[in-house]
DNA sequence: GTCCCGTTTGTAGGATCATAACAACAACAT
DNA sequence: ATGTTGTTGTTATGATCCTACAAACGGGAC
């Protein structure tokens, strides 16, 4: 079995799917149309199991049962498979949700007070940096090591507040990253003056207005996780720290 | 427990959650925010486990740690949280067919030849109903007993077939469907002329050229089985068969 | 001490995985 | 006809894994 094809037995799995009945699906794509025999021929299920396996997929609506010795079984159409798919995870979430939109109503305004919050995960941390940022009336700093961690939506939000008249302020000692700050319209770029030597777990940090900031890592594994805060007696302590400390302005 | 917060709780498992999972992150939209205990206190979730399944939760991305002693959790904004899921339920569906659009390129011209196949479930009968209506090319005859296996579709490609010369009949027994029949440009509708006594079961027929059919019947829960054939010796005595029983023509 | 927090460990139940046995049937040679 | 061989579809039986659920523990704060 190769890896593309693990991968995509993981990903059916992920959908809902038992590891059987996403072998046996695949299986059936690939040959068109196949008997039980044909599938467990190509793939590791049992042949005994390949009848049951198969009615659960025919009730999901992947495939359809011919009636005939031996029973046939063809796959349907992969975009009519995705459709299907989309269509069941479109209708739970709607089902999920429609409780939850109605017990939450009560509380959707709360005040964030002397909070301190973790977030993990690249893409979420940049969605909160993001909005982190685009927050920021008079000042701003982001500084990354990485540059994947650069990505183009903080460069955009970074030439925005910049337009908006927020003093925008890029510092990195990596060239690479440096480089894309330079091409940010009124983006001023910077060098930490004091390097700190041990800072290779180091992710990003974004400072705005004194009284918000995030704070990422990236551990060995590449996953990154990071803490915010904002409007908190914490984060403006925070800040004066990492701004000494690096000796930004 | 509402009967809605089940069901709920059911859907979020289907989307991928435990059920623990589900009822934190459910109590914790209602509690805006909160700790372990509270999450215990209103759920039957023991408070030793709400821990590791929060975390879990954190990791999907559905939920802000706080660090703070106690620990405080936060989910996301709603809205951000149908987002997350569908991104991944997106991105799971991409590389889950990523390999199967591979493998299945290589067969999918393949002739249908002699073959009657099986098809469970109201929808995908509709669409392979649609599916074979629209493939005819001189006559097509649509019978049906239920005014809810009438649907819209079908409707509209029975005049988009009619707009285009196929000789479009529309036959029931029911006032109902004859009713919607008539609204519809260009269809003839005829009443069976030997009414059959014991149809409680029969569902809908689709022929199209003397080539192609569809046959569903509903049981008693309701459901809804069909055949189909196309371009098969097969398909062409079974149209024969009901023709002549029913008198359509 | 007493209470609470967060962690760890252990057990029961259920679903899936994996293997085996079975009756029914067809093909074929004796 | 008879027996052999092979296939099909069904069913039964462990093994294994994950979740649900319960209980105990060390460490702090009061």
């Known amino acids: 079995m190769t890896a593309d094809e693990s991968e995509a037995?993981?990903?059916?799995?992920?959908?809902?799917?038992t590891s059987y009945e996403a072998k046996v699906f695949i299986a059936l794509q690939r040959l068109g149309s196949g008997t039980a025999r044909d599938v467990a021929r190509t793939t590791d299920v049992p042949r005994s199991q390949v009848y049951s396996v198969a009615e659960s997929l025919a009730e999901h609506g992947l495939?359809?049962?011919?009636?005939?010795?031996p029973?046939?079984?063809?796959p349907v159409d992969i975009e009519?498979?995705?459709?299907i798919l989309r269509d069941?995870?479109?209708?739970?979430?709607?089902?999920?949700?429609?409780?939850?939109?109605?017990v939450s109503e009560a509380v959707a305004d709360e005040e964030t007070q002397e909070d301190i919050w973790t977030v993990r995960g690249r893409d979420r941390i940049d969605d909160r940096t993001v909005d982190l940022l685009s927050s920021a009336d008079e000042r701003l700093v982001f500084a990354t090591r990485l540059p994947e961690l650069l990505t183009d939506a903080?460069?955009?939000?970074l030439e925005e507040r910049a337009r908006a008249g927020v003093e925008t302020i890029a510092v990195s000692r990596t060239d690479t990253v440096c480089d894309r700050f330079a091409e940010l319209e009124g983006v001023s770029v910077e060098s930490p003056t004091r390097p700190r030597t041990d800072d290779?777990?180091?992710g990003r940090i974004a400072i705005v207005d004194d009284d918000g900031i995030l704070l990422s890592v990236v551990d060995d594994g590449g996953e990154e996780?990071?803490?915010w805060s904002s409007e908190s007696l914490f984060a403006t302590v925070l800040i004066q720290l990492i701004e000494a400390n690096q000796h930004v302005r």
């Open 80 to 83: 009519d498979a995705r459709t």
């Open 200 to 202: 290779h777990r180091s």
């Open 88 to 102: 069941r995870f479109e209708h739970e979430q709607d089902r999920a949700f429609e409780f939850v939109d109605q």
């Open 154 to 157: 903080i460069g955009h939000v």
């Open 63 to 69: 495939l359809d049962v011919q009636q005939a010795s």
């Open 71 to 74: 029973i046939r079984y063809r």
């Open 9 to 17: 037995i993981d990903a059916f799995e992920h959908l809902g799917l």
């Open 225 to 227: 996780t990071a803490i």
